[in-house]
């Protein structure tokens, strides 16, 4: 049981690329949800899921897109990196009140 | 966005002190959550609150939801060297993926 896992774990972009950032639960959750950790900022939601086939915006959504195929998978789509991008992404999928997170992806915009 | 208000933001005592931080908010959540985050790693829960004054331990964490569930409190008694982190409150007003985190505490011992 792997629990939340994201790749890349670090990864450097240059403004305007696009990029997918990959989040996978084996815990068989219906919710998840994407968070991204400034620093003095603590985690802002970003887009979550309540389901497959189901998403919503979360405080900080410009910028990146969702979407939610099957129960296990929920990538972040970055399509035109900009430095204000540069953050940490953190996935979460939720059991009851209980959030699981990922272990994170480091992103650097240059 | 809103964000809670979460105090101190860091704090630096000796091994063997307690420790107090809490979070404020201008409005109410019906849950209070408590995180905490080792470097290189998600938050990981500490702590869930679900009613109003309602006081939970977990070892050494005990953590409180306020009367007027606009704030909430973690203690943490006897520090050890393994307690270093950072602290987040959380709150939660609706759905399960909505939470707004404090800005969090960084806690550093010293041995």
């Known amino acids: 049981n792997a629990g939340v896992t994201q790749t890349p774990k670090f990864q450097v972009l240059k403004t305007g690329q696009s990029m997918t950032l990959q989040c996978a639960q084996d815990?068989?959750?219906?919710?998840m949800s994407w968070y991204r950790q400034d620093p003095g900022m603590g985690l802002r939601l970003i887009h979550y899921s309540v389901g497959a086939g189901i998403t919503d915006q979360g405080e900080v959504p410009n910028g990146y897109n969702v979407s939610r195929s099957t129960t296990e998978d929920f990538p972040l789509r970055l399509l035109s990196a900009a430095p204000s991008q540069t953050s940490v992404y953190f996935c979460?999928?939720?059991?009851?009140?209980?959030?699981?997170f990922g272990p994170g992806t480091r992103l650097t915009v240059l | 966005g809103q964000q809670l208000n979460q105090s101190p933001q860091s704090m630096f005592i000796q091994e063997g002190e307690d420790v107090s931080m809490n979070c404020t908010s201008s409005?109410?959540?019906?849950?209070w959550l408590w995180y905490k985050q080792e470097p290189g790693e998600g938050p990981v829960l500490l702590i869930a609150?679900?009613?109003?004054?309602e006081l939970t331990s977990n070892g050494r964490l005990t953590a409180q939801f306020g009367i007027t569930r606009k704030d909430s409190f973690l203690n943490i008694s006897a520090s050890i060297p393994s307690d270093v982190g950072i602290y987040f409150c959380a709150g939660q007003r609706g759905g399960a993926q909505k939470l707004v985190f404090g800005q969090g505490t960084r806690l550093t011992i010293n041995p």
């Open positions: 979460a999928s939720t059991r009851f009140d209980e959030q699981f």
């Open positions: 609150l679900y009613k109003a004054g």
């Open positions: 409005s109410i959540f019906n849950t």
């Open positions: 815990m068989n959750h219906e919710y």
